[in-house]
């Protein structure tokens, strides 16, 4: 039952999801045809196969005049938990992005990889080569857990490389285990036509699957980089003596929202109980098991397990995943967080090896204009063999390093025209940005191309007002779902419709707090003058040592004193 008072119909996704035949429906039948695009229930089914239907928008109208369908085309997402890749999978990646993409590839904000533009023909042949490097895209999208996320930086103690091996354990325990996916693209055998997989087949998640998309992530108090109190379940690991002891567990956290619908909103996970090492995979299960029963599955907008938790309360939420746990519900210890790393540069690993930390602007792996990005990135990886991290910021960690290599990887990335991470300025190398507009269909405003010429604007401005030194995050979205969290950075810009913007400010580099609207449907040209105006005051009016965003709180809003 819903957490929400009134029952109401279940919303049509949930039937598209029943009489799926556990996520089959005719997608195998629809590869066979000339069509380059998928029927509505089928756009459902695949994004639980790792992928979405989308278009160009910059040429939609152009040929809606001319009375042409949609320029159609994929979004492919691998799932890879805690960012992980070996260099023969990230050589192979880099070769399928010429091979069936648009000659890019993109760090997610989830340490995953996205490749654009895939076209259906070629969608087969695209997911086949992506599982035969051994990762996959099953899960990567779509009303189940995604990718599990584990900071990033290789350093070498038990404390990592424990959380990396929780995340591995926690995304197998909660992948899919329908046959569907390697039926349909790996050839797999096929099931008789007209039978279904037994109702056994999904003994987490069931025929319907979850209400909606369903977040994971470890972290330290020292390394809150993956965003715990975005999540949906985060695990905070407790450590003594240089070993991790038991974790706090978080539950209910999630950022999207709809513009002028006060029932949707961000919301901050919360701490639930703390668990045993040997506990994290039963805890997770129950997590998403009361999501399962309880989240809505009437309207998406409010399907989140962060709705839950805001209807309940913590201790009717407490009471009801006791139920769900197989050992006794122990109460958190609220370790404090406090940092939110970014691992850019020269790093020691404690190893005697090392690794280099590399600014990725939103994400986006390219060679465009003088700037060989992706071209470095081969050479290096093609030379050093370097295992390959993505990071919760987009950005890109070479591990494993040999002391004597920094040298010849700056060298290799300033032949190619790629700054420095010390040469960034403090607010590009904390920002975010998601694709949004030409190919994400629910943008309502640019993002990913809009944000750089934005932080380059402000960057000078900040350097004017004496304040590069100071580390300000800003993150921006092309519509309110916050995809790069945006409700938590010190600026959030948060596309309204056009060229216009919510401008939000508040929140705080380790993500505890949520932000709140300085001005809504502010124009492009005008963020910038509206920023400078808010940091000007700043650097007037800060106490010693106050963050940006504590000034904003204390001076902008009368909810600063709570």
């Not at 424990?162 to 996916?181: C, I, K, S, W």
């Not at 939420?317 to 139920?323: G, L």
């Not at 060298?411 to 607010?427: C, F, K, T």
Request: hydrophobic share 40%; aromatic share 8%; charged share 25%.
């Amino acid at each position: 039952m819903s957490a929400d008072s009134v029952a109401e119909k279940p919303s049509p996704v949930e039937a598209i999801k029943e009489n799926s035949r556990y996520l089959r429906g005719i997608i195998a039948a629809d590869l066979t045809t000339d069509s380059d695009h998928f029927g509505e229930a089928e756009k459902t089914l695949i994004k639980f196969h790792g992928f979405y239907q989308q278009d160009d928008r910059d040429v939609r109208k152009d040929r809606n005049r001319a009375g042409e369908e949609k320029a159609y085309n994929f979004m492919v997402r691998c799932k890879i938990p805690g960012g992980r890749v070996t260099a023969d999978q990230y050589l192979a990646v880099d070769r399928l992005a010429d091979l069936y993409a648009n000659g890019t590839l993109r760090v997610t904000s989830r340490q995953g990889f996205q490749f654009h533009g895939v076209l259906k023909s070629d969608l087969k042949a695209t997911l086949r080569a992506i599982n035969d490097c051994l990762l996959t895209t099953l899960g990567a999208c779509g009303d189940v857990n995604r990718n599990v996320m584990a900071p990033a930086a290789p350093f070498a103690n038990a404390i990592y490389r424990e959380m990396q091996r929780q995340a591995d354990v926690v995304a197998a325990h909660l992948a899919p285990r329908t046959g569907a996916y390697h039926e349909i693209w790996l050839d797999g055998e096929a099931l008789p036509t007209g039978a279904t997989e037994p109702d056994g087949i999904e003994p987490i998640y069931g025929k319907v699957y979850l209400p909606r998309k369903f977040k994971a992530a470890f972290a330290t108090p020292d390394d809150n980089s993956t965003d715990i109190y975005a999540q949906d379940l985060s695990f905070v690991a407790d450590v003594t003596d240089g070993a991790i002891v038991g974790y706090d567990l978080y539950a209910g956290g999630g950022m999207g929202m709809t513009h002028g619908n006060a029932l949707t909103f961000p919301f901050l996970a919360q701490a639930i109980c703390y668990v045993q090492p040997d506990q994290v995979v039963a805890a997770a299960e129950a997590t998403i098991k009361l999501f399962r029963d309880h989240g809505n599955r009437s309207d998406r907008k409010r399907a989140r397990l962060k709705y839950v938790l805001a209807a309940w309360g913590i201790d009717k939420f407490r009471e009801t995943f006791r139920s769900y746990l197989p050992f006794a519900l122990v109460l958190p210890k609220n370790l404090p967080i406090k940092e939110f790393p970014l691992h850019l540069g020269w790093n020691a690993q404690g190893d005697g090896r090392y690794f280099y930390g590399i600014h990725i602007q939103n994400g986006r792996v390219k060679d465009a204009d003088g700037f060989r990005l992706r071209s470095a990135l081969r050479m290096i990886v093609e030379r050093f063999r370097p295992e390959v991290r993505l990071t919760p910021m987009q950005d890109v960690i070479l591990a494993h390093l040999p002391a004597d290599a920094r040298p010849t990887i700056e060298a290799i990335l300033a032949e190619h025209g790629v700054s420095l991470p010390g040469a960034l300025p403090m607010i590009q190398q904390h920002s975010m940005a998601c694709p949004a507009i030409p190919t994400c269909g629910l943008a309502l405003a640019e993002a990913e191309r809009a944000l750089p010429g934005l932080t380059q604007h402000l960057s000078t401005e900040i350097d004017k007002l004496g304040l590069s030194s100071e580390k300000i995050g800003i993150r921006m979205t092309g519509c309110p779902n916050g995809c790069v969290r945006p409700y938590q950075s010190d600026i959030g810009i948060v596309g309204r419709s056009g060229d216009k913007y919510t401008l939000f400010v508040g929140g705080d580099l380790i993500g505890s707090r949520l932000s709140f609207v300085l001005k809504d449907l502010v124009p492009y040209a005008e963020i910038v003058p509206t920023l400078t105006h808010v940091l000007t005051q700043y650097r007037d009016g800060r106490t010693v040592g106050e963050s940006f965003s504590d000034y904003c709180c204390r001076t902008l809003t009368p909810a600063a004193a709570h």
